[in-house]
C-alpha cells in the first residue's frame, strides 16, 4: 500500500492531470508535513474586503462561512496567508458546501514561490441531485438518508504549488463573474 500510493504521487497523478483527468485521491497527494488549517473565524491569516455575509448550514467544524454575491467587477476577496516551515511543494484543498445558488467557476488565485497562479473550482457542483424530500422528508430520516448538503460539504483539491519558509503563501478568493445571482462560499483552506 506504501509503495502504491508513492506511485500514485510521483507518477500516475501527474500524468493523468497532464491529460486533463480530475483526480480525486483517498490518500494525500504528497508528503509534506504538518498540515495547516485556516478557517474563516481564524483571525490570524484570514481577511475580507468588500461585502461578505455570514452563513452556516454545513460549514467547516460546524462553524460559520462567509458568503459574497458575484460582481462583474470582482469587488470583494477573502484571503487565506500562511507561512510553511520548511520548502517543498504544497498541495491546497478549500473547504465549501456545493450547491445551486453558487457559482460554477469560482475564481482562487493562489501567491506561491514560483509567482502567482489562478484556478476555478465549480462551487456548484452536486454529488447527488436534490429534490425536495431530501430537505423535508414526511417521514423521520431513517439511517442512511442524508440531506444532499451534507453529501456536498467536502474539501476540494486547489493543486500543488511550491512554498518556503521566506515568503508567506496567499490564497485569494474573488467574487468576480457576471451571474449576480449566484454566490462564492470562503469557510477554510487546508495546506
Same mark, same amino acid.
Request: charged fraction near 20%; proline fraction near 6%.
Given at each position: ?10 507518477? @500516475?497523478?501527474? @500524468?493523468?492531470?497532464?491529460? #486533463? ?6 490518500? &494525500?497527494?504528497?508528503? $509534506?508535513?504538518?498540515?495547516?488549517? @485556516? ?10 474586503? /468588500?461585502? *461578505?455575509?455570514? /452563513? ?6 460546524? #462553524? ?11 469587488? $470583494?476577496? $477573502?484571503? +487565506?496567508?500562511?507561512?510553511?516551515? &520548511? ?5 491546497? %484543498?478549500? %473547504? ?10 469560482? &475564481? %482562487?488565485?493562489?501567491?506561491?514561490? /514560483? #509567482? ?14 436534490? +429534490? ?8 423521520? !430520516?431513517? %439511517?442512511?438518508?442524508?440531506?444532499? @448538503?451534507?453529501?456536498?460539504?467536502? *474539501? ?11 515568503? !508567506? ?14 454566490v462564492v462560499i470562503a469557510d477554510a483552506i487546508r495546506v
Amino acid at each position: 500500500d506504501t509503495h502504491n500510493n508513492q506511485l500514485a504521487i510521483e507518477h @500516475l497523478i501527474p @500524468l493523468l492531470e497532464a491529460a #486533463g483527468a480530475r483526480v480525486q485521491s483517498v490518500r &494525500e497527494r504528497s508528503y $509534506a508535513r504538518p498540515e495547516q488549517i @485556516l478557517n474563516n473565524e481564524d483571525s490570524a491569516g484570514y481577511a475580507e474586503v /468588500g461585502s *461578505w455575509s455570514t /452563513g452556516d448550514y454545513d460549514a467547516y467544524l460546524d #462553524g460559520t462561512y462567509r458568503y459574497a454575491f458575484l460582481h462583474p467587477d470582482g469587488e $470583494a476577496t $477573502a484571503s +487565506w496567508q500562511f507561512t510553511v516551515t &520548511e520548502a517543498g511543494d504544497y498541495p491546497i %484543498y478549500v %473547504y465549501f458546501t456545493s450547491s445551486e445558488n453558487r457559482t460554477d467557476s469560482a &475564481e %482562487y488565485r493562489i501567491t506561491h514561490h /514560483g #509567482g502567482g497562479t489562478i484556478r476555478r473550482l465549480d462551487q456548484s457542483e452536486l454529488r447527488i441531485q436534490t +429534490w425536495p424530500d431530501l430537505y423535508y422528508p414526511e417521514d423521520p !430520516p431513517t %439511517y442512511n438518508q442524508v440531506t444532499a @448538503l451534507e453529501i456536498n460539504a467536502r *474539501w476540494h483539491y486547489l493543486g500543488t504549488f511550491p512554498f518556503s519558509p521566506d515568503a !508567506p503563501g496567499l490564497v485569494t478568493l474573488t467574487n468576480a463573474g457576471d451571474d449576480t445571482d449566484k454566490v462564492v462560499i470562503a469557510d477554510a483552506i487546508r495546506v
